[in-house]
């Protein structure tokens, strides 16, 4: 029964198996070393069908040489310490010829040495030149050592040498941080079921049977592309071992595919528009909160009271516009399937709003309150690198922001918003000589609550200037949504599937911000730093070829630190010159962002 319900397993491989952002090889070796002890009739029968579905999405992806080859230890006798089944003939052979080598595996063993075994592939298995080569133990049992001169040292560092990836089927406990034992495992993330599929989480610990860890999980680890299975959820059959067969294929053809000529950098849409919308964002918020404190000018100049710095935080009652100037630069680091990136572009931006006071005391204040409502508008233009790479991503951009602000004498405000972008992107993609060119457009969503105090101080030295500073704490919610229209690629290249995905977010900051007067002419500044933490992963895999291959998009970094930098001077009553710096940084991205630009009260 058991048996079946493997065999089974195999109808998802073709819904399992994707193509991993990083370059794809176009030769591929994969052996299997198995366990030929007496517990492991299940597993031998579910190789073949495995191998079959394998190999159609490797082919699909544009692997061209697919190699397989199968070794057996622990079945006793004079290979228990490894032993080569011939796959067509050969060490190395077809899907199909694997499937007939693998009706030669037995079930008499009960010592094996999964060390004995990689050695013995190394030495005596003769493999492809220039493909990936991907080892996958499968073994239910821990280390029986059969050679002692063999250690995790001296085999991890045989591995790497021969630039060998290994994945550890065994009999393991593999937790993630919310403490759910996991189907895999590739070391950083953790493989958890979710019905007949399987989520991405943090990894938090691994274990097994006796020396099970130490010596098969961490050696897996040790190698490039490294995973590790549990067996036990293949055994429990159903849903369980479907999610565990779809993790499986996953990490083996990660490894297989390894580096090569093909690169599909998917993350490279959402990364570009991320920066220009939480930018674009983060600008309109700057001018919606007008951080230069307004003071009168042309003869001397008077605030008599902290009171007088409240009631001129939101300027006179009016129409107001602006415009600005941004540079942008950054990079975002390779992890996972994602893929490097530099980036560089500009635009500009422009926007109006009003400012009144309320016909009332609406908080019960004592005083009237303020109320800011307004809207922005920008073009973007982007140029994305692939880092080391003559591929590119061209993208332009227009943006509309509409946002309200609310403020009472007390300092207390609140800001609303809600931003649309609209993006063209023009994906050159560069294998060998040949130039793959892809069109395509996408969106932007994002909407956002913040609340905060502003606590001004009235500051004065007689005679030599006048001003305050101002500390505001603030917290805020949003959420933010990025889509991209499928496409195919010019010259015979990939098609491309729609994608999107958004996730909530919260920010806590603070800010402080300094005005001083000079003779009349007043100049003011802030600093701002916030803590952002996205509340999802983002983790997902794009059909390509009409779903007969899968690209990975890894998430984003959930957590990120914001740093921005204002001065500027008022030029008269009326209108302001500014510039600023903004700064993101999280584990895997640095970004950056200069803008000068001009406010004009009418």
């Known amino acids: 029964m058991r048996g079946k319900v493997l065999g089974n397993i195999l109808q998802i491989a073709t819904g399992a198996i994707f193509l991993g952002t990083t370059a794809l090889s176009q030769s591929a070796d994969v052996i299997f070393l198995v366990d030929e002890s007496g517990s492991m009739g299940g597993e031998h ?40 089944l011939p796959v067509g003939g050969g060490d190395l052979g077809s899907a199909a010829d694997f499937g007939t080598a693998a009706g030669s595996l037995v079930l008499t063993g009960g010592f094996e040495d999964g060390y004995s075994a990689i050695d013995y592939v190394l030495n005596n298995y003769t ?45 393991a406990n593999i937790i993630d941080t919310n403490g759910d034992f996991a189907l895999g495992s590739d070391g950083t993330n953790a493989f958890v079921q979710d019905g007949s599929s399987f989520v991405v989480t943090p990894l938090d610990s691994t274990s097994g049977v006796g020396t099970t860890d130490a010596d098969y999980i961490q050696l897996a680890f040790s190698t490039p592309n490294g995973c590790v299975g549990d067996l036990g959820f293949l055994r429990s059959g159903g849903d369980a071992a479907t999610a565990f067969a779809e993790s499986l294929s996953t990490c083996v053809f990660v490894s297989a595919v390894g580096t090569g000529a093909l690169t599909l950098p998917l993350n490279q849409y959402r990364d570009t528009a991320s920066v220009i919308a939480r930018t674009h964002h983060s600008a309109t918020r700057r001018m919606a909160m007008a951080s230069d404190t307004y003071y009168p000018t042309g003869g001397s100049v008077d605030v008599s009271s902290n009171a007088q710095v ?20 950054g990079n975002y680091d390779a992890f996972g399937a994602n893929v490097a990136l530099d980036y560089s572009g500009g635009g500009i931006l422009v926007g109006v709003d009003h400012t009144r ?43 509309l922001e509409l ?16 931003q649309f972008g609209s993006y063209d992107f023009e994906n050159r993609r560069v294998a060998g000589a040949t130039a793959y060119v892809g069109n395509t457009s996408g969106t932007s969503y994002q909407a956002e609550i913040e609340i905060g105090r502003r606590m001004p101080k009235h500051m004065t030295n007689p005679g030599v200037h006048d001003g305050s500073i101002q500390f505001t704490p603030f917290a805020a919610l949003g959420w933010e949504k990025y889509d991209v229209d499928g496409y195919t690629e010019s010259n015979g290249g990939v098609t491309v599937d729609g994608f999107d995905e958004d996730t909530g977010y919260g920010r806590i900051g603070f800010r402080l911000a300094n005005s001083r007067t000079r003779g009349d002419t007043l ?30 998009i890894e998430g984003i970094d959930q957590n990120r630190l914001e740093v921005i930098l204002e001065g500027g001077v008022k030029l008269d009553n009326n209108s302001s010159l500014f510039a600023n710096y903004e700064g993101r940084f999280s584990d895997n991205s640095d970004q950056h962002a200069l803008s000068a630009g001009l406010r004009i009260r009418f």
């Open 523 to 552: 100049y003011f500044g802030s600093i701002e730093v916030a803590a952002a933490r996205a509340f999802n992963d983002t983790y997902q895999m794009v059909p390509l070829n009409g779903g007969s291959s899968f690209a990975v």
């Open 45 to 84: 029968a579910f190789l073949p069908g495995f191998v079959t579905a394998l190999d159609t999405q490797l082919a699909s992806a544009g692997v061209v040489d697919r190699n397989y080859g199968l070794a057996g230890f622990g079945g006793g006798g004079p290979g228990n310490l490894g032993r080569t």
């Open 127 to 171: 493999l492809t030149p220039g493909a990936t080569t991907t080892f996958v133990l499968v073994s239910d049992e821990d280390r029986d050592n059969g050679n002692a001169a063999l250690t995790f040292g001296s085999i991890s560092a045989d591995l790497n040498a021969a630039g060998v990836t290994l994945i550890s089927i065994v009999d």
């Open 310 to 329: 409240y009631d001129d935080m939101m300027g006179v009652e009016g129409l107001r516009g602006y415009a600005q100037v941004t540079g942008y630069n």
């Open 357 to 399: 006071a309320l016909n009332g005391d609406v908080l019960n204040e004592g005083e009237v309150s303020m109320l800011r409502y307004g809207a922005s508008v920008a073009y973007n233009n982007f140029s994305t690198d692939l880092t080391g790479s003559s591929s590119s991503l061209d993208t332009r951009n227009y943006i």
């Open 403 to 418: 946002y309200a602000v609310y403020e009472n004498r007390a300092g207390f405000y609140g800001i609303a918003d809600l």
